[in-house]
C-alpha cells in the first residue's frame, strides 16, 4: 500500500506567521511505499511535523491544507473527520517524540496495547493481552509479562518509546509516520529503537516516514531522503546519493554543520 502526497500546501490564514504567499509549506509532493523508508531532514521550523500532521489529519486548531495526500484510492485531506479517525491509527500508525504524549498516564501499559487490539480487531480482552505481552517481546521489552501491570511513570523513556511503539505497531498499519522517535533518547537506547523499527518495517513492510534532524539516524534506515527548507522540499533524491552527491546549497550546509564524527559515520566521501 502506497501514499502519495501532492502538492500540498498549508497555512494558518487566520494568523500573521505565513510567509508572502500566505503558506507556511508549499508545494511539497512525497511517495511512501510499502516495506521503504523515506526520510525527512530540514532545519527546525522547517515544515516537517506540519506536513506529517496534515497527513492524518491533526493539523493544529487554523490551520488549513490544499493538496492531495492519496491513500487507498481517496484524498486524505477531504476525508470526514470520523472515517480518519477510524484510518488513524489502524492503517495510519504514530510515533512522536516524547511518549509521554502517546500513553495514558493512569492506565496500565498492558491495557493500553491491548486496547487498539480490542477496539479495531475485535479481540477478547484475554486475547489482546496475550497479544500484547507479543508485542512488547518484539519490542525487546525485558520482563514483558510483569511490565504489562506496569504504568508509564514506572518505565525509563526508551521503555515508554517501545511501548509507544508496540501500541503503533500491534495494530500493522501500511503507514507508519515516525516523528523524531529517538531524539529524546540516549545513544544505546536510540540504536536499538532503530534497529526495531527497522525489523518491523521489513518484516511488516510497512511504508515509513521517518521525520529527524539527525542525517545519521536517516543514513542509517532511509532508502530515499527529501530535504525541507522553510516549507518546501527543496531535494529529494536515494539517501546515499543526496548525502554524498548533494545538489542544494542548504542540504550541503546541513552536512557541514554535523559534527566530524558524524560526518564520518555517514560514509564515503562526506
Ligand atoms: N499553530 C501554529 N500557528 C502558526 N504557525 C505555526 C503553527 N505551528 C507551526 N507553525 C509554523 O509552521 C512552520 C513549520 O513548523 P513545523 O513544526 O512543521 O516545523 P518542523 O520542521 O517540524 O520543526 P522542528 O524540527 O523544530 O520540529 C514553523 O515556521 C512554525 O512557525
Ligand atoms: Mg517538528
Excluded at 124 to 135: C, E, P, V
Aim: aromatic fraction near 2%; charge should be positive; include cysteine.
Amino acid at each position: 500500500m502506497s501514499l502519495q502526497v501532492r502538492d500540498l500546501s498549508i497555512g494558518f490564514p487566520s494568523s500573521g506567521s505565513t510567509g508572502v504567499d500566505g503558506s507556511v509549506v508549499a508545494g511539497v509532493d512525497l511517495d511512501l511505499h510499502a516495506g521503504q523508508t523515506l526520510g525527512l531532514v530540514g532545519q527546525s521550523g522547517s515544515g516537517k511535523s506540519l506536513v506529517s500532521l496534515a497527513m492524518i489529519g491533526l493539523l493544529p486548531q487554523g490551520a488549513v491544507a490544499q493538496g492531495q495526500v492519496t491513500f487507498g484510492g481517496r484524498n486524505l485531506l477531504d476525508l470526514p473527520e470520523r472515517e480518519m479517525c477510524a484510518m488513524r491509527g489502524r492503517r495510519i500508525g504514530m510515533v512522536f517524540q516524547e511518549p509521554m504524549s502517546a500513553l495514558n498516564p493512569t492506565m496500565r501499559i498492558g491495557a493500553q496495547i491491548s486496547e487498539g487490539l480490542r477496539l479495531h480487531q475485535r479481540m477478547s480482552r484475554k486475547q489482546a493481552r496475550g497479544h500484547a505481552r507479543d508485542w512488547m517481546e518484539r519490542m525487546r521489552i525485558a520482563r514483558a509479562a510483569e511490565r504489562l501491570d506496569s504504568y508509564p511513570h514506572e518505565l525509563s523513556g526508551g521503555q515508554r518509546q517501545r511501548v509507544g511503539l508496540a501500541i503503533a505497531l500491534a495494530l500493522r498499519p501500511d503507514v507508519l509516520i515516525a516523528d523524531e522517535p529517538t531524539t529524546a533518547l540516549d545513544v544505546t537506547v536510540q540504536a536499538e529503537i532503530l534497529a526495531i523499527l527497522q525489523e518491523q518495517v521489513r518484516d511488516l513492510g510497512i511504508a515509513l516516514m521517518l521525520i529527524s534532524h539527525d542525517l545519521g539516524v536517516v543514513a542509517q534506515l532511509a532508502q530515499r531522503v527529501a530535504v525541507f527548507y522553510h516549507g518546501r522540499k527543496i531535494e529529494e533524491g536515494r539517501t546515499a546519493q543526496v548525502l554524498h552527491q548533494p545538489q542544494a546549497e542548504h542540504t550541503r550546509a546541513l552536512i557541514a554543520a554535523l559534527p566530524a564524527r558524524a560526518r564520518a559515520e555517514l560514509g564515503g566521501g562526506v
